[in-house]
């Protein structure tokens, strides 16, 4: 029988609900039991697919093809669990199933509403294929009071009431901001923002503090009387120098201890922790250090690239190295010299992206790295810049350009409109809706022998995960392999590039997917694990 922890938040957003989430749910796993975590986005939007990064940071891709929350992300780097799209809805799909079943006439002429249809379906999704799980964790979007996180709140209060006595835990995460004029560490908001949870029916069991200094017992008192909970139920979630730390900061705390006791569980082994120390060990006593400029064009805001930042940090961990990440803007270097800026790193990563915006930055940065032997990682879109730099620069293709950018040029990188997934063809055109339809999820790719990422991988048959909708145009292969290019990783049936390299360069590889949403800290992805290597001996050469 699964136990259900419903994760909430208050006061503000941005305050941590999926890391604490993803941070609890590892602490169960310690612990030896089961977990699967799942997000509940109060938006209308069916995914975060057609929405920019600016609004939303990443998006998270799962194998089975799902564009999800990045809190999906944190989920599977700190449990390993993979993730699908079972793991994550929207108000967008909820109301759109339930609309496609109104116009089939499965309601049979009744009234649809809110309540109960709106809720049961969301119900439904939360206790979707959880048969021998311990513990399914939720946390639901946005913060108390929105409007449009009403019918998800009424839902789990509904559930409570539909399961077991025992079956459910509410955890609410809310800001306990300190106030310097007042010397004071206030409480008032996280009391409002209780209030406001208990007026829809929910009384919290247990409370996360966010806080940025110790929570005094008195407060901590105070809290608990007000709202309602057991002073020991009020957790203590201060910040800390890096997140993988929290599983031992809110184990100190006593929140995986609290959870348990408030299923009435008592006899749990204690959580093996070994691991989170074998990483902190790693992040805080590096044995050295390397400098990685990333240049991309969301760069102001680092969400964008959330799994990206992670999996750095996990090359930085298997070489025992603290990476410091140096963010440029594609654009300057339409305006300035590269080299003013990209002399003193020891790596170039370009990431993934859409659009022509600082694009030709891009290829500037690869043109640097390239004849600079510096070590280069590019990333769907910073392949196809790859890809665009040695056509123009090595293979004489003057116009080299992708039709992304319009239909100037020779197009080396043009818009896919068919492709295999397992033994279903799938076709877009260029008028298809932006949402969904790109090559989305794990696919294989086969690895030329003897080449580098064959020997990084180990193996010859490898699956990533993809998110794209142009590609590189293989009739261009065979003059940019005679020119040093090499295409180390095609598609199973070799109709789609998945990896360039540059053997004779001291690092250059290429990907058409994203290695970065498949890395854990306990198992750092093998590209980037190699390519800090790299790094590190650039830096060595220093």
């Not at 809720?119 to 009071?145: H, M, N, P, S, Y």
């Not at 998945?498 to 093998?526: C, D, T, Y």
């Amino acid at each position: 029988m699964a136990r259900y922890i419903f994760i909430t938040g208050g006061v503000v957003s941005s305050l941590g609900k999926g890391l604490a989430s993803a941070a609890l749910g590892s602490l169960l796993q310690a612990r030896g039991y089961s977990v699967r975590l799942r997000k509940l986005d109060p938006y209308l939007n069916l995914d975060p697919g057609t929405m920019s990064p600016y609004q939303h940071g990443e998006v998270y891709v799962t194998d089975d093809g799902a564009e999800t929350d990045l809190d999906l992300g944190h989920y599977e780097r700190f449990t390993g669990v993979p993730a699908s799209r079972g793991d994550n809805v929207t108000t967008g799909q909820i109301y759109s199933d339930i609309l496609k079943r109104e116009r089939r006439g499965d309601y049979l002429g009744g009234t649809v509403q809110v309540i109960p249809h709106v809720t049961d379906a969301i119900k439904a999704f939360i206790q979707r294929d959880v048969e021998d799980l311990d513990f399914v964790l939720c946390e639901i979007g946005g913060t108390v009071g929105d409007i449009e996180g009403l019918p998800f709140f009424e839902a789990i209060r509904q559930l409570q009431n539909d399961l077991q006595r025992g079956q459910t835990v509410f955890v609410h995460l809310t800001l306990l901001p300190f106030i310097p004029a007042a010397g004071e560490m206030k409480t008032k908001p996280t009391q409002h923002s209780v209030k406001e949870l208990r007026s829809i029916g929910i009384q919290p069991d247990i409370l996360m503090c966010r806080c940025d200094r110790p929570i005094p017992d008195g407060e901590k008192r105070k809290i608990g009387l007000f709202c309602n909970v057991r002073e020991s139920a009020v957790i203590e979630a201060r910040d800390v120098d890096t997140i993988y730390e929290v599983p031992h900061a809110y184990h100190g705390e006593g929140l995986d201890r609290e959870v348990l006791d408030a299923f009435g569980i008592m006899d749990a082994p204690p959580p093996d922790l070994s691991r989170w120390d074998e990483v902190l060990s790693s992040v805080r006593e590096p044995e050295g250090e390397v400098n990685i400029a990333v240049v991309g064009k969301y760069t102001e805001l680092k969400d964008a690239y959330k799994s990206l930042i992670e999996s750095l940090q996990h090359g930085g961990i298997a070489n025992q190295v603290r990476v410091n990440l140096e963010w440029m803007d594609a654009q300057i270097f339409e305006r300035e010299d590269a080299a003013a800026y990209l002399e003193k790193v020891n790596g170039i990563l370009v990431p993934g992206g859409f659009g022509e915006r600082g694009a030709e930055g891009k290829i500037a940065a690869v043109h640097f790295a390239r004849t600079r032997n510096v070590p280069y990682f590019g990333i769907c879109f910073g392949m196809q810049m790859a890809v665009l730099e040695a056509a123009r620069h090595l293979a004489g293709i003057k116009d080299a350009t992708s039709t992304e950018f319009g239909l100037a040029g020779t197009p080396v990188v043009g818009l896919m409109t068919e492709w295999a997934k397992g033994d279903v063809l799938e076709k877009r055109g260029i008028t298809s809706d932006l949402g969904g339809t790109m090559r989305l999820g794990a696919y294989e790719a086969f690895l030329a022998e003897d080449s580098r990422v064959a020997d990084i991988y180990g193996t010859r048959v490898i699956s990533e995960r993809h998110r794209h909708r142009y590609e590189v145009n293989m009739e261009y292969r065979a003059q940019l392999e005679e020119q040093g290019l090499v295409f180390s990783g095609v598609s199973p049936d070799g109709v789609l590039p998945e990896i360039v390299e540059i053997p004779e360069h001291p690092w250059f590889v290429g990907v058409q997917f994203h290695p970065e949403l498949k890395s854990r800290p306990f198992a750092p992805h093998p590209l980037f694990a190699s390519f800090i290597e790299a790094a590190l001996a650039q830096a060595r050469l220093v």
